[in-house]
């Protein structure tokens, strides 16, 4: 049976099912997944300048810093409510949420927070009611930052409110883990 030769150069091949030529799905989903962090941080820093006329009001940054690190505390004196709930499960819950714990001291220490942490109240007995009341509390953190994002006025406190308020919703998957 005769062989038959093909011409790559002068063959026609649909573009469809060239490679190079495609923008698949996962391409796109990649494009967003890079590019969508960038536009929240876009979206919390203005770059609007005043005008002329426009008088210079106090910044807001001293205040909104405060209130995030206190709230930062606040999440810090729960976590270790929960530890000490939790004293007797398996160390890698406990590890789990020691490290969690850890990661809103260094967000309260970014944001120049008092280490004094309030008193929490205590944690329910059960392992679920404890991961569920943490779960929560983490998800409320991230919306609280996506505001205290607009309440900032300073482009720098605000990128460090939009990373602080992404650990805190990554928490939330971590945290769900942990469920029995």
Do not use: K, N, W
Not at 35 to 60: F, H, I, M, V, Y
Not at 79 to 89: K, N, P
Request: with cysteine; hydrophobic share 40%.
């Amino acid at each position: 049976m005769p062989q038959r030769v093909v011409d790559v150069e002068s063959s026609t091949i649909p573009s469809h099912q060239t490679r190079s030529a495609a923008f698949t799905r996962r391409d796109g989903l990649l494009a967003l997944a890079l590019l969508g962090p960038a536009g929240l941080l876009a979206a919390c820093t203005g770059t609007s300048e005043p005008g002329p006329d426009a008088t210079t009001e106090p910044s807001t940054a001293p205040v909104v810093e405060q209130g995030v690190a206190t709230e930062e505390a606040e999440l810090i004196a729960l976590y270790d409510a929960a530890i000490a709930a939790l004293a007797d499960s398996p160390p890698d819950v406990v590890g789990v949420l020691t490290d969690l714990r850890d990661q809103h001291a260094a967000h309260r220490d970014a944001l120049g927070g008092s280490t004094a942490e309030p008193t929490a109240p205590s944690a329910p007995g059960t392992v679920a009611a404890v991961i569920d009341g943490l779960i929560d509390a983490e998800r409320e953190a991230s919306r609280a930052r996506i505001r205290s994002c607009t309440d900032a006025d300073d482009p720098e406190l605000a990128r460090l409110l939009v990373f602080v308020g992404a650990s805190e919703a990554s928490h939330v998957p971590a945290l769900r883990d942990l469920r029995p």
